[in-house]
Every structure is written in structure tokens, then in C-alpha cells.
């Protein structure tokens, strides 16, 4: 291995390598991060989070520090699945919470938690090749300086759609791309006068058009005011003319195919206040994934490994969470206590997930399009979503609540992510979420039983057990993994539970000290 050594190398500054990159560092694992722009894009992209991505900001302590209110996340009152409205008011369990948040602000706030982790973020460098090893990885990177080489256990593609790691280790990036759509976006200035009490615009000589997508017989139409005086407007047409990739984006470009879709002419003029501001416009939209996400000692996190339409708002939700689900994997393998095959188990739990996520963006966008036939079965799926069976089921797919990974172990919680409990602790009264600041497993026990203490004693140097009791507990102990999903649970009376508690903590967390 080259002198210039390290643990991991992190190829992408963006969320989801900064999010890596601080859940390495809490377990007390170096790693260092490439980019190749000179400082944080401050490209408009993403516009929030959705999902369950929120209780993960939560469960490492950013969600209030990233502009979320006091208290437990929220659910929203209500949301769109390819702009048809989803009433949550009759959820009992509501798992679509938000937080809007720009993806360039995201970026800045990742990057100052990490970089207080003590993360080696390094900006304006580029990797340009890697060779791969039996149990490291060397890479060249282009820097300011000149060319250097860095030798790392592990490499991480975390570099986008167009991944360079991904093309460099070969593995293939199967899909559908759409030839039949155009859209374009951009923030814009709009008179006053125009804008409803709701979130919506009044537009001269055609009526009013309510926040987010709205589906026409001439296209797609989006209005989402996020911040103050700085309304993001946006177009889809379908079976228009290919435009070139090389031909710049303009105001002028965005006005004439909204007046296309609409029929008339929106009063829109080019942002009056400081950048940088949306425009762009995106065609021949990519639907794709990686067919693996690991070769050898290489790993694929976000846009790298899958990309899909941004409707709905699934990206960060995903993204985010392929790092949290490999992040303490690749920490407990480099720390020494991982158990055989536990890496492999990343593509495993992400890929289908990934999947799932694809086939809802797809479903959207597919019910977007024009035609008599895309009408009646919209018509149709909004008769079925007044029903709160039907609604619940869309907030789980779009939450990603309806995630369940494959634990082996047998109690309705295990594989999803672990309730949102209030707990009393011996440090006072705590949810679920503070006691997963650190990124360690817990074993929470809300009953007093001294063989489920006794075994978990075996793993006191890698699972803090925290004794807890809760009026709402769904069960007498869980063991919880790092990126919050339950690993085990009992309720009791359960003879088998300290049983299968050692199966695991064995399958999960290595073996126990001798």
C-alpha cells in the first residue's frame, strides 16, 4: 500500500459522501473525501427530504441542527403522488415527514459536521484512476499540486449518475431511459398579484393552479414557492423535438413551454435577487441502476448506483440511506469485529430497495403523461386514495417506511425501522432517536430481565444495553442497529428469547469477547 494510507477514500463530496464520510468518523474510522470542484456546488437541485431519511437526521442529532422545529419530527398533513392529492388526516401512523431544505445548503451543513468529526474533506481534487487489490485499493488523484497516489482499505463511489468509479470497475448500469419528455426548470420572478393564500398561482386567462405538480392535456405544470420571493416553476411536455444538449438554458425557453402547456402566456421574468438560481432542463430522463453495488473492496452509495425522476422526492431519502446502512458495516469490519459476510449484506438490503423506489418514479411519471387513457386511470387512482387503506399504503412506498430487511429473526419488528419512542431512561426521559447519537447498536430493554442482560454482556465493548421503560412499548427489548432498523426483538413470556437474542447479536455484531 502506498505510504499516503487511509482507511476509506470517499469519491464525491455530495450528501451522500459527506453522510458517509460523518458515520465512518463517529465509529472512529478515517476516511478522506475527493472532489473535483474547487468549493460546494451551489447548484440548485434537490429542494427537501422526505421520508424516513428524516428520523435518521433526527437519530444523529442534525435534524433540529439542519432547521428542523423542537420536538419529534411531524408528519405532513397531506402530499402528492404524481401530483394527485394524498390526504394523511385519517393515518394513525403518518410516516411522511419533510424537512426543505436545498440540496446546497444540505452540502454546507454536511460538510461542517464532518469536517467537526475531523473528516479530511478535500476539494478540487479529482480522482482520475484506482487499481484494485486483493484487500486495499490505490488511487491516483489530479490535485492542485499535481497527480498523488493514495492507498485506502476501501473506495466508495459516491461521484453521481456518470460515476467514474462505477465505469472503472465495470460494473453495468442497466435501464430505461425516456425519449418522449422534455422538462424544464428554473427559478423565476412572478408579480405579486398572482400568488393564492395556498401556496398556489392564479395565471391570467387560465385559472389557478395549486402547489406541485399539476398534470394538463398539453403537459406537466410545477409551482413551489420553498423560499420566499423565489418561486421554482417548471414544464414537461411529451413528443417534442429533441433539443440540443449543447444549447444553453434560457428564461426565454422555460416561458415559451410553459405557454405550450398552459395555452397562455405566464407574466414571468428572470429572478430579481442573488443567485445562484434553477435553470436547466433535462431530457431523455434516466431510469437506472447498478447491478451490483460492491465489486471487491469498491462500494456504490446514491446517484452512483441508481438514478431516477426526481418526482415524489425519493433521491436523498434513498441516498442518505445507503450510507447509514453501509457506513457502520464498513466501520465494523475495519474496527475488527464484523462477522463474515456482513459487507455483502449492503447490496442485499439496498438494491431491492433501490428497486422499489424506481417502480414508484416510473409509476409517476407514467401517469404524467397526456392522453385520454393516462386520464381515466388518474381519475380511477384518486377514487381508490380517498380510501385511508390506499393513502397509508402510497405514505409507506414513498416514505420508505415499508422497508424490511431480512434480520432472520422472526418478530413483526425486526427489519424495520424502530418506533419513535419516549422512553425513561436512567438519564431521564429520552426518545428512541438520542440514543442513537453515537452510531452505536443498542439493546434496549424495557423489561427487567436478567437473562436477556447477561447474554448482551458478550458484546458490551460494541452494544450499549440501556434499561427503559415506555407506556407505549412494542415490545419487552429490541436490539437496534446503527442506522436504526431493529435486529431482534421479544416480548414476553419468551423462553426462546435469549436464544435467538445470541443468534443476533452473532449474525450482526461479530462474536462475543472471550
Same mark, same amino acid.
Given at each position: ?16 459522501? /459527506? ?12 476516511? $478522506?473525501? /475527493? ?34 422545529p423542537p420536538g419529534a419530527p411531524q408528519p405532513l398533513p397531506f402530499y402528492f403522488f404524481s401530483g394527485l392529492p394524498l390526504s394523511f388526516a385519517e393515518l394513525a401512523d403518518n410516516p411522511m415527514a419533510a424537512l426543505g431544505l436545498p440540496q446546497p445548503k444540505l452540502v454546507r451543513l454536511l460538510e461542517k459536521w464532518t469536517a467537526g468529526l475531523g473528516v479530511d474533506i478535500r476539494w478540487g481534487h479529482r480522482l482520475i484512476g484506482l487499481t484494485q487489490q486483493d484487500d486495499r485499493v490505490d488511487v491516483t488523484v489530479a490535485g492542485p499540486d499535481g497527480d498523488y497516489h493514495l492507498g485506502a482499505r476501501y473506495l466508495i463511489g459516491a461521484d453521481g449518475g456518470k460515476s467514474f468509479v462505477r465505469k472503472q470497475v465495470g460494473i453495468e448500469f442497466p435501464g430505461y431511459t425516456a425519449t418522449d419528455s422534455i422538462a424544464r426548470m428554473g427559478h423565476v420572478w412572478l408579480p405579486d398579484e398572482l400568488r393564492t393564500g395556498d401556496g398556489g398561482i392564479e395565471v391570467p386567462g387560465f385559472g389557478r393552479l395549486p402547489f406541485g ?37 434560457? $428564461? ?29 432542463? $433535462? ?232
Amino acid at each position: 500500500m502506498p505510504e499516503n494510507s487511509v482507511d476509506v477514500v470517499i469519491s464525491g463530496a455530495g450528501p451522500n459522501g /459527506l453522510m458517509l464520510a460523518g458515520e465512518l468518523a463517529l465509529a472512529g474510522v478515517h476516511a $478522506i473525501v /475527493l472532489d473535483e470542484l474547487p468549493a460546494p456546488s451551489a447548484e440548485p437541485k434537490a429542494n427537501g427530504l422526505i421520508g424516513q431519511v428524516i428520523r435518521l437526521l433526527d437519530m444523529r442529532g442534525l435534524y433540529h441542527e439542519f432547521g428542523g422545529p423542537p420536538g419529534a419530527p411531524q408528519p405532513l398533513p397531506f402530499y402528492f403522488f404524481s401530483g394527485l392529492p394524498l390526504s394523511f388526516a385519517e393515518l394513525a401512523d403518518n410516516p411522511m415527514a419533510a424537512l426543505g431544505l436545498p440540496q446546497p445548503k444540505l452540502v454546507r451543513l454536511l460538510e461542517k459536521w464532518t469536517a467537526g468529526l475531523g473528516v479530511d474533506i478535500r476539494w478540487g481534487h479529482r480522482l482520475i484512476g484506482l487499481t484494485q487489490q486483493d484487500d486495499r485499493v490505490d488511487v491516483t488523484v489530479a490535485g492542485p499540486d499535481g497527480d498523488y497516489h493514495l492507498g485506502a482499505r476501501y473506495l466508495i463511489g459516491a461521484d453521481g449518475g456518470k460515476s467514474f468509479v462505477r465505469k472503472q470497475v465495470g460494473i453495468e448500469f442497466p435501464g430505461y431511459t425516456a425519449t418522449d419528455s422534455i422538462a424544464r426548470m428554473g427559478h423565476v420572478w412572478l408579480p405579486d398579484e398572482l400568488r393564492t393564500g395556498d401556496g398556489g398561482i392564479e395565471v391570467p386567462g387560465f385559472g389557478r393552479l395549486p402547489f406541485g405538480h399539476n398534470r394538463l392535456e398539453r403537459g406537466g405544470f410545477v409551482f413551489a414557492e420553498l423560499e420566499p420571493g423565489r418561486p421554482l416553476i417548471a414544464s414537461v411536455e411529451f413528443g417534442g423535438a429533441p433539443v440540443p444538449e449543447e444549447t444553453p438554458m434560457t $428564461i426565454e425557453e422555460l416561458r415559451a413551454s410553459v405557454r405550450r402547456v398552459l395555452g397562455v402566456d405566464l407574466p414571468m421574468e428572470a429572478p430579481h435577487g442573488p443567485g445562484p438560481h434553477a435553470l436547466r432542463r $433535462i431530457d431523455n430522463q434516466n431510469t437506472r441502476q447498478a447491478e451490483r453495488y460492491r465489486e471487491g473492496n469498491v462500494f456504490l452509495v446514491g446517484d452512483a448506483a441508481h438514478v431516477h425522476s426526481g418526482m415524489g422526492g425519493p433521491g436523498l431519502n434513498l441516498g442518505l440511506q445507503d450510507a447509514a446502512n453501509l457506513g457502520w458495516k464498513l466501520a465494523a469490519t475495519i474496527n475488527g469485529w464484523a462477522p463474515t459476510g456482513l459487507l455483502d449484506t449492503y447490496h442485499a438490503e439496498r438494491h431491492p430497495v433501490g428497486v422499489r423506489v424506481m417502480m414508484s418514479s416510473l409509476a409517476q411519471t407514467a401517469l404524467f403523461a397526456p392522453g385520454p387513457e393516462v386520464t381515466a386511470m388518474r381519475t380511477l387512482l384518486g377514487e381508490l386514495l380517498e380510501q385511508p387503506e390506499n393513502t397509508a399504503y402510497i405514505a409507506r412506498l414513498m416514505s420508505g417506511s415499508d422497508t424490511r430487511y431480512e434480520t432472520g429473526d422472526p418478530h413483526p419488528l425486526s427489519g424495520r425501522m424502530v418506533p419513535d419512542l419516549t422512553l425513561e431512561t436512567p438519564d431521564g426521559t429520552q426518545r428512541v432517536a438520542e440514543l442513537l447519537r453515537k452510531a452505536r447498536p443498542v439493546l434496549l430493554t424495557l423489561t427487567d430481565n436478567p437473562a436477556i442482560t447477561e447474554v448482551a454482556a458478550g458484546w458490551r465493548d460494541r452494544v450499549d444495553t440501556i434499561p427503559a421503560t415506555s407506556a407505549k412499548a412494542p415490545a419487552d427489548a429490541l436490539l437496534i442497529r446503527p442506522d436504526g432498523y431493529v435486529a431482534w426483538a421479544s416480548n414476553a413470556p419468551e423462553q426462546s428469547a435469549p436464544d435467538r437474542l445470541h443468534t443476533a447479536l452473532t449474525r450482526w455484531f461479530g462474536p462475543p469477547l472471550t
